[in-house]
């Protein structure tokens, strides 16, 4: 059974950088896989902000790009999101994502952009 486990998050003062991680079980490739960052703000849909391919290619949309950078260590089942010059508007729980035949997600972690 695929599960994704996210410790951490918690407060993060404007302009920190906080380093969220994802470690999964069950997954048999892992390298295989693409993997993926989602984040939910209060009252808003949940977005996509960072993807990496099994290859090792990356993608992020423009409200974050040059600021997160999704990275992956397949020896240990575990993919990161280094997220910098956060803003309060990056406030939001951060999910990571999979899709093997069908979405497995992990059960999120808060951060909270605030001085």
Not at 40 to 58: D, M, S
Not at 93 to 112: E, L, M, R, S
Request: glycine share 12%.
């Amino acid at each position: 059974q695929v599960q994704l486990v996210e410790p951490g998050g918690g407060l993060v003062q404007p302009g920190g950088s906080p380093r969220p991680s994802c470690a999964a079980s069950g997954i048999f490739t892992f390298s295989i896989y693409p993997m993926r960052w989602y984040r939910q703000a209060p009252g808003k849909q949940r977005e996509l902000v960072a993807t990496t391919t099994g290859g090792g290619g990356t993608n992020y949309p423009d409200p974050v790009k040059g600021r997160f950078t999704i990275s992956r260590d397949n020896a240990k089942n575990t993919v990161y999101l280094q997220m910098n010059s956060l803003k309060p508007e990056d406030t939001a729980v951060y999910y990571c994502n999979v899709y093997i035949i069908h979405d497995y997600w992990g059960q999120g972690t808060q951060v909270t952009v605030s001085s």
